[in-house]
């Protein structure tokens, strides 16, 4: 039958102790040929009138010398001893240990610390512990390499090829990265299929907001646009129903991105006119942009802008008109429309 294990081969033959005379004593000096010999207690076969003594219980040793559990007098008394030195065994370097039966086959690498696997193994225990900083390594060449440096863990391609993370067929899930934790890409992100993000960097907070009828403007009086439906808000973070604003999410700070555009009806004929759009931030007018006609022609004017403001988190936002017409015009409700969306990655 196969063995599994290390290779025995045999120290020195079995040796008989000499003749042993001790008068009413415990101890003797072990000799074979009247030289002294040193052998470890599992090796000594020692008998007391007919019976084998255990070593270490019946008998301990050091060095040479042998102390029994009990006194004898085998010197001229009725006592009996003797004994015997089972030969040492040593072990050799395991060249092969074949078995044919499968999962079974393992053999010696090229170093007397390695063994190499001809078949599949199986591990059946609890655990397979590796200190840090010890490799598993995969590949003729130790391309792919896990590991643990006692700071950091790793999965390290550092040979032939790519490192690639891949199901074995198609239509199943790659997960990376736990639902609270961070993930880095440290280098470019190259995207070969559709890219659908979720969660934060996808531009969230976004709203969009109409009127939903036209809006009266006094003449000469900057009004804020009371923008009351939603077309979309992600976050909810626009007040539709009282303060007509956007106001940053706790954690939300960062660069944003708003954009406008506002219809007013025709104005007088013969009379220049300036209408102007005003982006409000907590309260204080922060940038404008407007149309001045000169031309006369009863015509809608109309603005459109785009802002790049850096808001923190309770900062709100509201657009403002102004018209100086000479009469209240109307803002068009089909047309006037307010957009914003944070910016991911910057």
Known sequence: MAYVGRGLTTGAQYQKLDTISIDDATTFTMQVGGTAVTPAPEHLILAVNGVIQEPNVGFTLSGSTCTLASAIDNDGGSDTIWGMIAGDAAYAAVTALN??????????????????????????????????????????????????????SFIQQSGTGALKLATEDSGKAVSIGHTTSETTVNDNLTVTGNL?????????????????????????????????????????????????????????????????????????????????????????????????????????????????????????????VYQDFGDTYTVRSAYTRFFGYKLAGV
């Open 99 to 152: 078995n044919a039966t499968a999962n079974e086959l393992v053999t010696v690498g090229s170093t007397t610390t390695e063994l190499d696997a001809e078949a599949n193994l199986t591990f059946d225990g609890t655990n397979l512990d590796m200190p840090d900083s010890i490799y598993a390594r995969f590949g003729t060449g130790n391309d792919l390499q896990l590991y643990h440096d006692g700071s950091n």
């Open 196 to 320: 659908s993000v979720t969660g934060t960097g996808d531009n969230t907070p976004s709203f969009g907001v109409s009127l939903s009828g036209n809006q009266s403007i006094d003449d000469t009086t900057q009004t804020k646009i009371t923008f009351d439906t939603v077309i979309w808000d992600t976050d909810n973070a626009f007040d539709e129903s009282s303060d007509n604003r956007f106001v940053v999410p706790a954690g939300e700070g960062g660069k944003y991105v708003f954009s406008s555009y506002v219809m007013l009806d025709g104005t007088p004929n013969g009379a220049p006119d300036t209408l102007l759009t005003s982006l409000f931030k907590n309260n204080a007018d922060l940038a404008e942009t407007y149309h001045h006609d000169t031309s006369g022609n009863n015509a809608e004017t109309r603005t459109q802008t785009t802002w790049l403001l850096e808001l923190a988190a309770a900062d709100y936002i509201e657009l403002y």
